[in-house]
């Protein structure tokens, strides 16, 4: 997905954009008017491309959609899974209760939150939508 925003800030390779709605007259090219109204979000973006932005710079972003599929997968599905395969490995124990069944499902969890917030760090940047050109 392609949208639009302004550079709001640049430090080092942190870039903050001002985003604007996708459903916004700003696809009409009257940014202004969207941040007016409150129509935008602040995120950080990557410049892979090296272009010569600078604060206040008009500027399309990509918005990968299958990054985002894999990232609603990652944070979603995955714990879940866990979830479930703690609740029932505990479970195959012989003489296990109902509430140490839940305790390992919870550990599965938790775990997958822990796995999600330890890889999100790692590969923090290739998820960051990309600026693809100045406006």
């Not at 925003?5 to 008017?33: L, P, W, Y």
């Not at 990232?71 to 003489?95: E, Q």
Request: charged share 20%; with cysteine.
């Amino acid at each position: 997905m392609i949208t639009k925003g302004i550079i709001k800030e640049i430090n080092n390779d942190n870039i903050s954009v001002e985003m604007f709605d996708a459903g916004s007259s700003c696809s009409s090219g009257n940014c202004a008017s969207c941040s007016s109204k409150g129509k935008t979000k602040i995120l950080d973006a990557l410049n892979s491309r090296n272009l010569p932005i600078k604060a206040g710079s008009f500027i399309e972003m990509e918005l990968s959609t299958a990054k985002a599929l894999i990232a609603a997968f990652r944070v979603l599905i995955f714990p879940l899974l866990l979830f479930i395969a703690g609740f029932m490995i505990v479970g195959s124990i012989s003489g296990t209760s109902e509430g140490l069944q839940v305790a390992g499902g919870f550990t599965g969890l938790g775990t997958g939150f822990l796995l999600n917030l330890l890889f999100s760090k790692r590969y923090k940047l290739k998820e960051m939508p990309e600026i693809i050109r100045i406006l």
